[in-house]
């Protein structure tokens, strides 16, 4: 009698102990940013000139949200700069036409397994650690994220602070790509008037809301769109790139790309684009074109 009061004792003190730790760090759900990208990113409001600011294979910026939790193990999405591929904005993944497809980045933490430090010891994240470990420190006394990777032969010491962006999940976008949403919010989302390079008015109601998603001119209308951050390899640019795509899930939708341009008063204007070659010399650069598209914000 005794052994089977003790484990029912155990028992309930782990469940409650589980449920009291997903609650506290339910205060720290949101998106967040690497502190250094996010200062880089918030002066210039370019992933070009904030090139330098972080590494582009490292986890720039991660999702959490307890409602991923299943027996204790959160699941959390993350985000890095390079990546050649457009990606689903799921939690972990998801099955379409018996493809399973995953979004950009995910590593999971046992919600029981924090240690004295207040460090969770993480599992699968296998494209930062490399064969090693690394550890997430979910302070929420002090709202406060840390990733850190510790030192051995192979790698250096990693310590990546992290700045909330957003705090809640609309119910309809429950598990944004946390590096789409930041950058999208602040260089696309809005409503604006939509004119052609002749000043034609094309829409006056155009509208990119924060998961994307184009509405209120007939040619890009269901469209979703991205802020690129894929500069790390090709051919240089001076400006920035945005991208609308029909169907993230379909590799031969209809897609459209254009170099970006934003004023003060967030005014952007949109340009093809071309290879081409620096005056005077035989360096290559991508240059813009025509403009196509002015979008004025409302």
Same mark, same amino acid.
């Given at each position: 009698m005794f052994n089977k009061l003790s484990f029912f004792l155990l028992a309930f003190s782990v469940n409650v102990f589980s449920q009291t730790n997903l609650i506290e760090i339910s205060t720290l759900n949101g998106v967040w940013i690497a502190e250094e /990208? /996010? +200062?880089a990113f918030e002066e210039n409001n370019s992933a070009i000139k904030s090139k330098n600011a972080f590494d582009y294979s490292y986890p720039v910026a991660l999702r959490i949200n307890t409602s991923e *939790? &299943? +027996?204790g !193990? =959160? +699941?959390i999405g993350y985000s890095v %700069?390079? $990546?050649? #591929? =457009?990606h689903p904005e799921v939690s972990k993944y998801v099955v379409k036409n018996k493809d399973t497809i995953s979004e950009q980045g995910s590593f999971s933490v046992d919600l029981n397994s924090k240690d004295s430090l207040g460090f969770y010891k993480i599992i699968d994240f296998r494209e930062f650690n490399n064969d090693w470990v690394s550890y997430l420190s979910l302070d929420s006394q002090n709202s406060t994220v840390t990733l850190y990777r510790p030192k051995n032969k192979e790698h250096t010491e990693e310590i990546i602070k992290y700045k909330r962006v957003k705090s809640t999940f609309n119910k309809d976008y429950q598990y944004p790509n946390p590096l789409y949403y930041y950058t999208r919010s602040k260089n696309l989302v809005g409503n604006y008037v %939509? &004119? $052609? !390079?002749n000043d034609n008015l094309l @829409? *006056? $109601?155009l509208v990119i809301s924060e998961d994307g998603l184009v509405k209120g /001119? @007939? %040619? =890009?209308?269901? #469209?979703t769109v991205y802020f690129s951050t894929d500069i790390y390899c090709g051919l240089p640019s001076n400006e920035d790139l945005v991208i609308f795509i029909r169907d993230v899930f379909d590799n031969e939708s209809k897609s459209y790309a254009y170099s970006y341009v934003k004023d003060k008063k967030g005014n952007i204007s949109l340009y093809n684009n071309e290879m081409g070659t620096i005056e005077g010399t035989n360096f290559e650069v991508i240059k =813009?074109? $025509?403009k196509v598209y002015d979008l004025i914000k409302k």
């Open positions: /990208y /996010y +200062n *939790n &299943k +027996n !193990i =959160l +699941n %700069l390079h $990546d050649h #591929f =457009l %939509l &004119k $052609d !390079i @829409s *006056n $109601d /001119y @007939s %040619l =890009l209308e269901g #469209f =813009l074109t $025509d």
